[in-house]
């Protein structure tokens, strides 16, 4: 029975798995390792427990790049997603880190429901260092039926983004889709390609400057790349970015001279 922790000063929890891990392989990162899902009760401190199914993340521990530090990545991937959360930005609910025979493993929320949910990447279709995606030569064409709550989604959380001073690369985002009623949200999933300042460095108006470019940049590319795998009737409008672009450009930078920094 693994305990699973957020951090080091926390209770942990007992996760007892019920069962092996299930075959389908729900992801498979460069860098990183399989995520499969596993069914178990979690026991809280005051004995409570309650039936589970989490996504367990099984890390290689010499990946297609070489050597990889898994105690290392794990920890930056908590303090991100601690931090991700503590500035409200949509990410994955729940990230903990346990032990399994001896090696680390990342205990995440299922994403997919039990596979309910479609957990869409702008990876999924790519193949490069003998990795395949899970849509590689895959033309099927997903279906949405919120395409303008999305747009408004991804103008959302660019702004979010830049005011709460964090770049999310292209491959952070996530689209989970209800498989049943076909509607859409974005998230951060891929957290570990996010990039986060201080207060102190937003008072810096080259830093602002940055936060605004890169996720435009980023987001568009994201958007325009899953446009690509959705039917016509499904396509994410990107006006509703361009215009949060435009507003920031007038608002967000209000009271910061650039002339001061290039003194």
């Known amino acids: 029975m693994p305990e699973l922790f957020r951090s080091d000063k926390e209770q942990p929890i007992n996760f007892d798995a019920v069962g092996e891990e299930k075959p389908e392989v729900l992801g498979t990162g460069l860098l990183e390792g399989d995520v499969v899902c596993v069914e178990g009760m979690i026991s809280g401190s005051g004995g409570r427990q309650k039936e589970v199914q989490l996504a367990q993340k099984i890390f290689h521990t010499e990946g297609m790049l070489g050597k990889h530090d898994v105690e290392g990545h794990v920890k930056i991937l908590l303090e991100k997603h601690a931090e991700l959360k503590r500035r409200h930005l949509p990410t994955i609910p729940t990230m903990r880190i346990g032990e399994v025979d001896g090696d680390t493993r990342l205990f995440m929320t299922d994403l997919t429901r039990g596979g309910k949910n479609e957990v869409i990447s702008n990876m999924d279709w790519e193949s490069y260092f003998g990795r395949a995606g899970k849509y590689?030569?895959?033309?099927?064409?997903?279906?949405?039926?919120?395409?303008?709550?999305?747009?408004?989604?991804?103008?959302?959380?660019?702004?979010?983004?830049?005011?709460?001073?964090?770049?999310?690369?292209?491959?952070?985002?996530?689209?989970?889709?209800?498989?049943?009623?076909?509607?859409?949200?974005?998230?951060?999933?891929?957290?570990?390609?996010?990039?986060?300042?201080?207060?102190?460095?937003?008072?810096?108006?080259?830093?602002?400057?940055?936060?605004?470019?890169?996720?435009?940049?980023?987001?568009?590319?994201?958007?325009?790349?899953?446009?690509?795998?959705?039917?016509?009737?499904?396509?994410?409008?990107?006006?509703?970015?361009?215009?949060?672009?435009?507003?920031?450009?007038?608002?967000?930078?209000?009271?910061f001279d650039a002339s001061e920094e290039l003194a």
């Open 136 to 255: 590689f030569q895959n033309d099927a064409k997903f279906e949405l039926s919120n395409k303008e709550e999305l747009s408004q989604n991804a103008s959302d959380i660019f702004k979010q983004l830049v005011t709460k001073g964090c770049i999310a690369r292209n491959d952070v985002f996530f689209v989970i889709m209800d498989k049943d009623t076909k509607k859409g949200q974005i998230i951060l999933g891929d957290i570990y390609a996010t990039e986060l300042y201080s207060d102190s460095d937003l008072k810096s108006y080259s830093t602002r400057c940055k936060l605004q470019s890169d996720n435009f940049k980023e987001m568009n590319r994201f958007l325009l790349e899953i446009n690509g795998h959705l039917s016509d009737e499904s396509q994410i409008d990107l006006t509703l970015l361009k215009q949060a672009y435009d507003e920031l450009d007038q608002k967000v930078f209000d009271g």
